[in-house]
């Protein structure tokens, strides 16, 4: 006995992509290129996770914000060269270094930059034209850097420093 299949289909059917691809297929080259443009910004944007922000940066613009008295006791305004200088030391640091430092005002216009890890402790103090700070590792002498012009190479054995004890 034989079997027949009887075509139920008597028109090909054309569906919504096929009629998406005609159209975008009849646009010129610009309008192409501008869609393809926007469908990778909107890709681009649903895809990247939200950006942290790194605590040092929030706690420099809080130190930014400071005017003269800030602490009630007549501190002068943080000096715009130490956050400059503070700004050139947590930029150069790797980023998961940068994100484990603290950066508070002093009393006398500069910065104080901190960073505790098990390993060890540095805090710094950053001005103008001179860093001091003391390194305390586990185990060993702490280690004293006082009055150091800011240079590249005074900055190179900060980060150092820094980027030591995590």
């Known amino acids: 006995m034989a079997t027949a299949l ?6 090909p059917r054309v569906s919504t992509l096929d ?11 610009k309008v192409k290129v501008a869609f393809r443009n926007l469908l990778e910004t909107q890709d681009n944007a649903n895809t990247k996770q ?16 400071l005017k003269d008295g800030w602490d009630d006791e007549g501190a002068p305004s943080i000096n715009r060269d130490a956050i400059n200088n503070t700004i050139k030391i947590a930029t150069s640091l790797n980023t998961y270094t940068a994100q484990l430092i603290r950066l508070y005002p002093t009393p006398l216009g500069a910065v104080s930059l901190k960073l505790e890890t098990e390993k060890g402790r540095i ?12 390194v305390k590792r586990l185990g060993a002498a702490t280690e004293h ?17 820094l980027e030591s004890i995590i």
């Open 6 to 11: 009887q075509n139920t289909m008597s028109t």
């Open 19 to 29: 009629v998406l691809w005609a159209f975008y297929q009849s646009q010129p080259r």
């Open 145 to 161: 850097h006082s009055f150091e012009d800011i240079n590249a190479e005074t900055l190179s054995t900060l980060r150092s420093n």
């Open 50 to 65: 939200p950006r942290q922000i790194v605590q040092w940066k929030k706690d420099l613009r809080e130190i930014r914000l």
């Open 123 to 134: 805090k710094c103090d950053i001005g103008d034209t001179q860093i001091s700070y003391f």
